[in-house]
């Protein structure tokens, strides 16, 4: 070999997952139970990924509480909250696998609340027709990623946490590997895959008020991008209508729908229940944009609390319901804010919550138009369309986590080792270090900036002017991310991780920007001040993709749905 | 603008001999916690500074670290709570240092592994029944984020290599032996392999859990107390009896 490989350490397997939240481990389950050797990387500690802090439950047709909900109900409240551009492939595949991947996970060790009758327990959630969502009290994220570890631990899966990928490699077309960091020590580490499967969750972290952990920088979109693959439906970003407004370390932190699901309710400062107004019929358990923008209206109309945000109101429910149903809320808002919730209100307003839009995967492999590159979770797009239903996504995790295991094992079964360009490995390492320097500008500093004209100008409601601003504003950030410099050595340094991380949050950045300015109309999570209407011609998919010229951004038709399908969905109306 | 100065350990143990303190002026905002003071020295002062944080909510249990030597979440830790007396940040002391306050916890994945996993009894009947009412005991344990902390303020694992695996993996097994549908009995393997005899119930563990898990009462003694009948460990028996005199079960 040309290359001495003293600079990195260089490992085989046959299916690489990239991210180890929810859906990386269980297609790390997936792959390996079908035969697979499974290797997975994680940039945070095992066990701590994003998934943790989903609190109200996952969705599931199971019919424990209201025995009229089939899958069938379920499918069509995902169509139609998604506002009719969601794959309904995928909303399909969901509904109908969400319940065998709830027991599934009973089997494993899971233990979500009852009924009286010893099975399920399902509560209401904003826009399910039904109560749908399984759930263990207000912290099921938990649950879930506690479980999984436990059987990911139990296999001889290998398992690399803070390692933290800069590049997918390539041989020809194919994705055949891809080169990380170990965070803990410094080394370089390079993959030979036969598939991979990317599963790095949202990029929530391009916005400054977002309910979003630190690691969610949209990693695994711009690696996807970056290798070739097509991104979807990106100007979809989902606020949730309540994070915390205050104390100012945790503003934008979840408040969980669950606490409207058990009968909180919203109040402005004059203690009006403005639901009434904005949704008479569905009030606080309308779908997520719509509560957000009402939200957001009465605060920007002047009808906020002193903190800007309106009341989230539980305390008629009693002390012992609350601490019973909701006690990581109870403890949350008393240890951050000093507010007991069982007396006083809560302070919420909406903050940036889910990445409707990713990379544009094949419903039953969740393969993408890369051949050996598979993606899943919130990463990948398809399922959520405008908008996603509270509780969808950790059904998502599961039923896509798995379909992605086993499609990336079949897929290696067939594929042998591709062939790793060493002059890519060696230039890659170079590009890291090269952000090694005393002199330059700060990553954070760039990163702040990007978050700042994200909040502002690519808020709950847009408008062309301040969106193309933004996107100014991003293309000269793209200089200025080149230029950053980071003092230490490449061992645990967090303004490294920044400085590796600008690049993909500005690929993020960009394309929820320019699909927003594309889209001249309302629909859905995105909501424009310039084209307050749906327009029919638009009920299409947006596909971002890389050119030799920068970013593509092309409409595509929404897969037609078969017959059986439609007639379970109402109209669309205008 | 208030500032507060907190003094920060830092140590690269593979080119430093030793590590120092760092003291860092931090601007004060209302409601701050420990960890905002921290982000504020890796944003504005120096980003090298090596620490975990990932949530910011007390979820996930990454920011783990010593604040004037007490085991703690810094994201939990409010400035306002020390009342103008120094804040000084440590590593958890128990665990091999990687840089500054970043520590290498990996062996509990090791320990984690050596648990048997939940095994469901054989037969039950699908889909499986369970009252709330069985739920709520394992449902305890299950609060833990594994930020292990207890691991950290456990003076048997600082002080003595006994092989004990420590309080987060007693509350592991216990999670798993009080599931109402586990079929096994791990308190053989925590008294015999796991060395759980060595603990002597001084309930550090129980005082630093930020999820308020009552470690000692709830995991460790009914473990140590299963498995009386299978080895002798005079701490457990004296617990029973004593346990037994006052009516409690």
Not at chain 2, 103 to 119: A, M, Y
Request: net charge neutral.
């Amino acid at each position: 070999m040309r290359y001495m490989s003293s600079e990195y350490v260089k490992h085989e397997t046959d299916v690489l997952i990239i991210g180890a939240g929810g859906a990386g481990m269980r297609a790390a389950i997936a792959a390996f139970d079908s035969g697979s050797s499974v290797t997975i990387l994680s940039k945070s500690l095992l066990g701590k990924a994003h998934t943790v802090m989903a609190e109200g439950g996952i969705a599931a047709a199971l019919a424990n509480v209201d025995s009229k909900d089939n899958w069938e109900v379920h499918f069509a409240d995902t169509i139609e909250e998604g506002v009719y551009i969601s794959n309904y492939r995928m909303a399909e595949i969901l509904a109908k696998e969400a319940p065998d991947r709830v027991r599934e996970l009973e089997e494993y060790g899971a233990l979500f609340d009852r009924t009286p009758d010893g099975t399920i327990m399902q509560r209401a959630f904003g826009a399910h027709t039904y109560r749908r969502l399984c759930h263990v009290g207000d912290r099921t994220g938990l649950e879930i990623i506690k479980t999984l570890e436990d059987q990911i631990l139990h296999r001889d899966v290998k398992f690399f946490d803070e390692m933290y990928v800069t590049k997918l490699l390539k041989d020809g077309d194919r994705v055949v590997g891809a080169i990380g960091l170990k965070l803990n020590n410094g080394e370089f580490h390079v993959f030979n895959a036969k598939a991979v499967i990317i599963a790095t969750g949202g990029c929530g972290r391009v916005y400054k008020v977002t309910s979003n952990s630190w690691e969610s920088t949209g990693d695994g979109l711009g690696l996807a991008y970056d290798a070739g693959t097509e991104l979807m439906d990106m100007e979809m970003i989902q606020f949730h209508p309540t994070g915390m407004v205050f104390p100012p370390g945790v503003k934008g932190l979840l408040v969980t729908e669950g606490v409207r699901g058990e009968g909180g309710i919203l109040l402005n400062a004059k203690g009006e229940r403005f639901m009434e107004r904005y949704s008479p019929k569905k009030m606080e358990l309308d779908a997520r944009d719509v509560v957000a923008r009402a939200n957001y209206a009465e605060i920007m109309a002047g009808r906020g609390t002193v903190h800007g945000g309106v009341y989230l109101d539980i305390t008629h429910k009693g002390a012992d319901f609350v601490k019973k149903k909701l006690p990581s809320m109870y403890k949350q808002y008393m240890d951050f804010a000093g507010v007991d919730i069982t007396k006083e209100k809560m302070e919420v307003a909406p903050t940036v919550h889910y990445q409707m839009g990713g990379i544009r995967v094949d419903p039953e492999t969740t393969s993408t138009n890369v051949p050996g590159l598979f993606s899943s979770g919130e990463v990948a797009s398809g399922l959520h369309g405008a908008n996603r239903l509270g509780g969808n996504s950790l059904a998502d995790i599961l039923v896509f986590g798995r379909r992605s295991g086993e499609g990336s094992s079949s897929y290696a079964k067939k594929a042998s080792f591709g062939k790793l360009d060493e002059p890519t490995i060696m230039s890659e390492i170079q590009r890291v270090k090269s952000f090694l320097g005393k002199s330059g500008t700060n990553p954070y500093d760039v990163a702040s900036k990007l978050e700042e004209n994200m909040s502002e100008g690519v808020g709950i409601i847009r408008n062309e002017e301040s969106l193309k601003k933004v996107l100014d504003a991003i293309l000269e950030l793209r200089q200025s991310a080149k230029q950053v410099k980071v003092p230490g050595t490449l061992k645990y340094n967090k303004g490294l991780l920044q400085a590796l991380e600008l690049p993909f949050m500005l690929t993020a950045a960009e394309a929820i920007v320019r699909g927003a300015i594309e889209r001249k109309e309302s629909r859905g999570a995105h909501a424009r001040s310039d084209y307050p209407k749906k327009n029919p011609a638009l009920r299409k998919n947006i596909i971002y993709s890389k050119g030799e010229s920068g970013m593509k951004v092309v409409w595509r038709d929404v897969p037609v749905m078969p017959e059986n399908l439609r007639k379970l969905v109402k109209e669309e109306d205008y | 603008m208030d500032t507060i100065t907190v003094s920060v350990y830092r140590h690269d143990p593979s080119s430093e001999k030793e590590g120092r303190f760092v003291d860092y002026d931090v601007p004060v905002e209302e409601g701050m916690v420990v960890l905002d003071a921290m982000k504020y020295i890796e944003r504005h002062i120096d980003p090298s500074l090596s620490l975990r944080w990932n949530c910011m909510a007390g979820k996930c249990g990454s920011c783990s670290a010593e604040i004037n030597y007490k085991p703690s979440l810094m994201c939990k830790a409010r400035v306002d709570s020390f009342k103008g007396a120094k804040i000084r940040v440590t590593p958890m002391a128990a665990f091999p240092l990687i840089k500054d306050l970043a520590t290498d916890v990996s062996e509990n994945w090791e320990l984690l592994k050596k648990i048997p996993k939940f095994t469901p009894k054989e037969g039950l009947e699908k889909p499986w029944k369970i009252s709330q009412q069985d739920i709520e005991r394992s449902k305890e344990f299950k609060k833990c984020i594994e930020c292990f902390l207890c691991q950290d303020v456990c003076h048997v694992i600082r002080e003595h290599h006994s092989g004990y695996f420590g309080p987060r993996h007693v509350v592991k097994a216990a999670s798993l032996d009080m599931h109402p549908l586990d079929a096994l009995n791990r308190a053989e393997f925590m008294n015999k392999d796991a060395g759980l005899g060595y603990c002597n119930i001084t309930k550090c563990c129980t005082e630093v859990c930020p999820e308020e898990i009552h470690i000692t009462d709830n995991a460790i003694i009914p473990e140590k107390e299963r498995a009386v009948n299978l080895f002798y460990d005079p701490l457990a028996i004296l617990v029973r009896s004593r346990r037994n005199r006052s009516g409690k079960k």
